[in-house]
């Protein structure tokens, strides 16, 4: 199917920046969606960003400070900007295609304030 492997994740103060990464292998011409996710802890995974082919979907939560690209079919970025502690968290790629989702394996981000 699809491998996922995310990178850029760190510590950060509140305020700043960073830029995750995920470079997709295998079989990455039948994904059809790709975006981030994130879970806090003690808290259920939810939707950052997602993009396909003609659009791009954020969380309430991010709009106006994170950005999500595709630079090439192997690889979704996402520039998160403003950072604030509650983005805190570890963020998952994720790969949508006919017949399968998958994951990444998580990178940490943490906003200190």
């Known amino acids: 199917q699809v491998q996922l492997v995310e990178s850029g994740g760190g510590l950060v103060q509140a305020g700043g920046s960073l830029r995750l990464s995920c470079a997709a292998s295998?079989?990455?011409?039948?994904?059809?969606?790709m975006g981030w996710y994130r879970q806090a802890p003690g808290k259920q995974r939810e939707l950052v960003a997602t993009i396909t082919s003609s659009n791009a979907n954020y969380a309430d939560s991010v709009k106006g400070r994170f950005t999500i690209s595709r630079a090439n079919t192997k690889t979704v970025d996402l520039q998160m900007d403003s950072l604030k502690p509650e983005d805190t968290a570890v963020y998952y790629c994720?790969?949508?295609?006919?017949?399968?989702?998958?994951w990444g394996q998580g990178t940490q981000v943490t906003v200190s304030s």
């Open positions: 994720n790969a949508v295609g006919p017949v399968f989702t998958s």
């Open positions: 295998g079989r990455i011409f039948s994904i059809s969606v």
